[in-house]
T-cell receptor
Framework: DAGVIQSPRHEVTEMGQEVTLRCKPI?????LFWYRQTMMRGLELLIY????????DSGMPEDRFSAKMPNASFSTLKIQPSEPRDSAVYFC????????????FGDGTRLSIL | GEDVEQSLFLSVREGDSSVINCTYT??????LYWYKQEPGAGLQLLTY?????DMKQDQRLTVLLNKKDKHLSLRIADTQTGDSAIYFC????????????FGRGTQLTVWP
């Protein structure tokens, strides 16, 4: 069975550039989560969707960050313009929203902004 | 407090048992989870326990839940060097559409 698929695995770009991270959740999962992980702040929830609708985006750092989920099988996290402090590992996770079903994580995108 | 708390580091010798502790925040949390993260990888679900259970065992893993103290522990028997990783505790609070609240993670180092 395919797990959560994220792309790209690594991204290196110069500050000021637009960055788009992609995620394909597990088929049948109706909740999707974007996280950011850094040494300083640990694992932070940025935004999550249920049935393609954003439920809580209070973790999004600022207006430079945006996320979309146009359908049940695809989501993007965009940073425009990017800054060096955005360098981190970004994870996508999905779950069935009901019951105790756990979240399943992708392998992450390691983002470096120079 | 509002944070899920874990100690940051634990070191054990190969073959010993490891016990990783976690204090969660919400007495009405329905499910509690343990995840493992190896270097360069995502979080991998290890096990989870429903709040009406006190203990769950799965091969070398034993989860203990003390609801009164809001304390969760993960015991790894016969710890191996391959168990070296970061272990995250997480709680699911009420009806949050699957949202989990994570601790900062415990770095487990296993010495040969």
């Amino acid at each position: 069975d395919a797990g959560v698929i994220q792309s790209p695995r690594h991204e290196v770009t110069e500050m000021g550039q637009e960055v788009t991270l992609r995620c394909k959740p597990i088929s049948g999962h109706n909740s999707l989560f974007w996280y950011r992980q850094t040494m300083m702040r640990g694992l932070e929830l940025l935004i999550y969707f249920n049935n393609n609708v954003p439920i809580d985006d209070s973790g999004m750092p600022e207006d430079r960050f945006s996320a979309k989920m146009p359908n049940a099988s695809f989501s993007t996290l965009k940073i425009q313009p990017s800054e060096p402090r955005d360098s981190a590992v970004y994870f996508c996770a999905s779950s069935r929203g009901t019951g105790g079903q756990p979240q399943h994580f992708g392998d992450g995108t390691r983002l470096s902004i120079l | 407090g509002e944070d899920v708390e874990q100690s940051l580091f634990l070191s054990v010798r190969e073959g010993d048992s490891s016990v990783i502790n976690c204090t969660y925040t919400d007495s009405s949390s329905t499910y509690l989870y343990w995840y493992k993260q190896e270097p360069g990888a995502g979080l991998q679900l290890l096990t989870y326990i429903f709040s009406n259970m006190d203990m769950k065992q799965d091969q070398r893993l034993t989860v203990l839940l003390n609801k009164k103290d809001k304390h969760l522990s993960l015991r790894i028997a016969d710890t191996q060097t391959g168990d070296s990783a970061i272990y995250f505790c997480a709680e699911r609070r009420g009806s949050t559409l699957g949202r989990l609240y994570f601790g900062r993670g415990t770095q487990l180092t296993v010495w040969p």
